[in-house]
């Protein structure tokens, strides 16, 4: 029992704990909805993205994030996945996208700096046109 506790401690302390908070400010460049019915806006129509994502000040392109949404609620809501790629790797996003106000997606892991990333982020708009959001994420 003595060995167990030795080497579970050992493998704790060799294992660094990824916490960090990190905030990007993506351009929404070309975003593309594919309706599936007459109107406007549809339950089931599919947002497809691939967007430049700058550093917190805005200034400097520090990465790109490549995703979909698919509407769920008319004029309300949809459920997005995407992965945001910087230098030192990537991290996975699944969850809502609301219309108006902010919305809190999972962060479902990553690869290299983020490998096993798990947390949050906090999604807001930057002006009411939707032409770029900040992207604020505690990973743990």
């Not at 351009?27 to 967007?51: E, P, Q, R, W």
């Not at 490549?66 to 949809?78: D, L």
């Amino acid at each position: 029992m003595r060995t167990i506790l030795i080497v579970t401690a050992a493998l704790l302390i060799a294992t660094p704990a990824l916490a960090e908070n990190l905030t990007v400010v993506e351009h929404a460049a070309t975003d593309a909805t594919a309706s599936v019915g007459k109107a406007k806006d549809n339950a089931g129509d599919i947002l497809t993205f691939a967007n430049p994502v700058f550093d917190a000040a805005n200034k400097k392109q520090v990465g790109a994030d490549n995703g979909f949404c698919i509407r769920t609620v008319v004029g309300k809501a949809y459920e997005c996945h995407w992965t945001l790629s910087l230098k030192d790797g990537q991290i996975a996003t699944d969850g809502p996208f609301h219309d108006s106000g902010d919305t809190t997606l999972a962060v479902t892991g990553g690869t290299g700096k983020y490998a096993g990333a798990k947390g949050e982020m906090v999604l807001h708009a930057r002006d009411a046109k939707g032409s770029a959001y900040d992207f604020r994420y505690t990973l743990k």
